[in-house]
């Protein structure tokens, strides 16, 4: 009878250590030598993103721009808002194709560091200044490409390309990429009198040009061969009046030769 009594408690003492809950304890991560524990809730998580354009209004932009027009620019917001990459390449004006331009993913931090990243730079501004954006199919794939247009650093523009669901950017000074047209054609300046018309692809990863025509002083060529005023000014009437549309960062439009 004690025998029976003595397995009972055993049985009845096994099964309560069996179904007693496990204490509720957040795991700490290591620490490095001297440093206080760090819960795995603080070390799974990540920083807020840095918001660089702080005068963006998506709201306005979306009351304003047409609505194929925001859905485009949606694909890019991410981005713009930090939380994305883009693959930054060579452009037409970064050196040959063969040479030591090396494409890298960048985010709209390492925007900032190129404008303002340099040691000749005394009490850089702490956010990009946006100046203007655009959405419009200029390499000619049917997908629309965003345009912006930076004050900072005597105003430059970033060009994001969408392929393969990778989204591509390069940068222009902002004479190199003036006038620019909804068919992709832009005006680069050499100065007073000098005019240079390119139109602009993409394609092999990276963006390229080809030069339609230029104007210097009197002298006329397009396609390569000298032409009259008169046959360069309707080549121009015909190529160059179909801007396209440019919205402030609140979502203004802004007028045309503004």
Same mark, same amino acid.
């Given at each position: 009878?004690?025998?029976?009594?003595?397995?009972?408690?055993?049985?009845?003492?096994?099964?309560?250590? #069996?179904?007693?809950?496990?204490?509720?304890?957040?795991?700490?991560?290591?620490?490095?030598?001297?440093?206080?524990?760090?819960?795995?809730? $603080?070390?799974?998580?990540?920083?807020?993103?840095?918001?660089? =354009? &702080?005068? =963006?209004?998506?709201?306005?932009?979306?009351?304003?721009?047409?609505?194929?027009? +925001?859905?485009?620019?949606?694909?890019?917001? &991410?981005? =713009?808002?930090?939380?994305?990459?883009?693959?930054?390449?060579?452009?037409?004006?970064?050196?040959?194709?063969?040479?030591?331009?090396?494409?890298?993913?960048?985010?709209?931090?390492?925007?900032?560091?190129?404008?303002?990243?340099?040691?000749?730079?005394?009490? &850089?501004? %702490?956010?990009?200044?946006?100046?203007?954006?655009?959405?419009?199919?200029?390499?000619?794939?049917?997908?629309?490409?965003?345009?912006?247009?930076?004050?900072?650093?005597? !105003?430059?523009?970033?060009?994001?390309?969408?392929?393969?669901?990778?989204? !591509?950017?390069?940068?222009?000074?902002?004479?190199?990429?003036?006038?620019?047209?909804?068919?992709?054609?832009?005006?680069?300046?050499? %100065?007073?009198?000098?005019?240079?018309?390119?139109?602009?692809? +993409?394609?092999?990863?990276?963006?390229?040009?080809?030069?339609? %025509?230029?104007?210097? %002083?009197?002298? #006329? $060529?397009?396609?390569?061969?000298?032409?009259?005023?008169?046959? +360069?000014?309707?080549? !121009?009437?015909?190529?160059?009046?179909?801007?396209?549309?440019?919205?402030?960062?609140?979502?203004?439009?802004? &007028?045309?030769?503004?």
């Amino acid at each position: 009878m004690k025998m029976r009594t003595m397995i009972a408690l055993a049985a009845s003492l096994l099964l309560t250590a #069996c179904a007693a809950p496990a204490e509720d304890s957040e795991e700490a991560a290591p620490a490095a030598d001297g440093e206080a524990p760090v819960s795995q809730e $603080e070390a799974d998580t990540v920083p807020e993103p840095r918001n660089l =354009l &702080p005068g =963006l209004d998506v709201s306005g932009l979306e009351t304003s721009m047409p609505e194929a027009d +925001f859905a485009a620019f949606q694909a890019y917001l &991410p981005v =713009l808002t930090g939380e994305e990459t883009f693959r930054w390449v060579a452009g037409p004006y970064d050196g040959a194709p063969d040479g030591d331009w090396e494409p890298f993913d960048a985010d709209m931090a390492a925007v900032y560091d190129r404008f303002w990243g340099h040691d000749d730079v005394e009490d &850089p501004p %702490g956010t990009l200044t946006l100046d203007r954006l655009a959405v419009a199919d200029i390499v000619g794939d049917a997908e629309p490409e965003l345009v912006l247009l930076f004050q900072d650093r005597a !105003y430059n523009y970033l060009v994001f390309h969408r392929e393969d669901g990778v989204i !591509y950017g390069t940068s222009f000074y902002i004479r190199w990429f003036e006038s620019l047209q909804e068919t992709g054609i832009y005006m680069g300046s050499g %100065g007073a009198d000098v005019s240079y018309y390119h139109q602009l692809f +993409f394609h092999d990863g990276r963006f390229w040009d080809e030069q339609l %025509g230029e104007k210097i %002083g009197d002298n #006329c $060529e397009l396609n390569g061969r000298e032409v009259s005023e008169a046959e +360069f000014d309707a080549w !121009y009437a015909a190529n160059m009046t179909n801007d396209v549309t440019w919205y402030s960062p609140d979502g203004a439009v802004i &007028p045309e030769n503004m």
